[in-house]
């Protein structure tokens, strides 16, 4: 920190709103939430007067608001002008800046940094999923605070910066966007006249039952929802399976959570899958050798056509309840291209993850950026 910045208690700066509001049973307004580390004060939603019971604080426009419950978690920041006059419960204690000291833009940016939460931490007590900020102990933490003229720099600085990386996440984003819209142009001029047969014949369901021994270690798999491929589960005993069928996963699969395939867990077991399990509740179907490819059969399962046909499939109401059919999958038929374009669109599909895992990399350094930003200028140092 900055050796000129003097210190002060959170105390000196902020005052704890008191105003309060009795709603009226026929008008609608809003409820805020905060969310967790730093990323925002919004609106949970909204509600009509005669819904709620009491009186309730209102919130306006500037005013610091952190969470009770999960302050230690970094959800505290400013209201946003578009909530102004919005309802919380005294589990959301409001604070008016004295804006003569220090801007509120500063306290919004400083609340998201590490130090801040941690000391945010130390003023919340209780036993565990009970605790909760002690606002007395909250006004006791200290927080550098130099002239109003050098906070409004800073802030302008911090902006600035972040403005950048908003606008390097956006530019990312466009161009994933790009890459899938070329990606489905691609596959759909391989597969648009394509002959169409059923999936039960190009790629059949294949079980691979384990025998379960209580004393050995089975690896799970799982998969994730919209098209983002598969995770490793921690491994679970033979005891703890217990009676659980369970059969093994073998790279290449062409891999269906039952009950998540209608919101796209879709899924090719990649090599570093091999010798994990997955329970009844996942479909392994293989392509026949010289008909089809299981990357190519996943990418069109999680197109919007392969999805209808997979949600069609999935008879039942949201959730669990919409399970995939082993017969109704069968059933499907799917596009079978010449073998020959089936890989070449696999190529360029493996170019595109090239270049998305590129993407990713970068994504992380933007990440890891903010925070090292907001160290530097609260230390004095942008």
Known sequence: ??????????????????????????????????????????????????????????????????????????????????????????????????????????????????????????????????????????????????????????????????????????????????????????????????????????????????????DITYPELGIRSFGKGTFHKPALSGFDLGTKRVFSIEPGDLLFSNVFAWEGAIAVAQPNDAGRIGSHRYMSCVPVQDQATSSFLCFYFLTDEGLDFIRAASPGGAGRNRTLGIQALARIQVPIPPLKNQKWFNALLTEVSSLKSLHAETAAELDALMPSILDRAFKGEL
């Open 1 to 214: 920190m900055n050796g000129e910045w003097k210190k002060v208690k959170l105390g000196e700066v902020l005052r704890r709103s008191a105003e309060t509001v009795t709603p009226e049973p026929g008008q609608e307004y809003s409820e805020i939430t905060v969310r967790l580390w730093g990323n925002g004060v919004v609106q949970r939603g909204r509600i009509m007067g005669a819904s709620v019971n009491g009186r309730r604080f209102i919130a306006r426009r500037g005013q610091f608001i952190a969470s009770r419950i999960d302050a230690r978690n970094g959800a505290m920041g400013l209201v946003p002008e578009s909530l102004d006059g919005a309802l919380v419960t005294n589990d959301f204690p409001l604070f008016d800046v004295a804006s003569d000291r220090m801007h509120p833009e500063y306290l919004g940016w400083l609340s998201k940094t590490q130090g801040f939460v941690e000391r945010c931490a130390k003023g919340s007590e209780g036993t565990t999923n009970r605790v909760r900020l002690k606002e007395d102990k909250f006004l006791e933490v200290e927080i550098p605070l130099p002239p109003i003229a050098e906070q409004r720099r800073i802030v302008a600085r911090i902006e600035g910066l972040a403005a950048q990386i908003a606008e390097a996440r956006a530019l990312r984003e466009q161009e994933e966007a790009d890459l899938r819209r070329m990606l489905i142009g691609a596959f759909w001029r391989v597969a648009r006249n394509a002959p169409r047969r059923h999936m039960g014949d190009v790629a059949p369901l294949v079980r691979r039952p384990v025998h379960v021994e209580t």
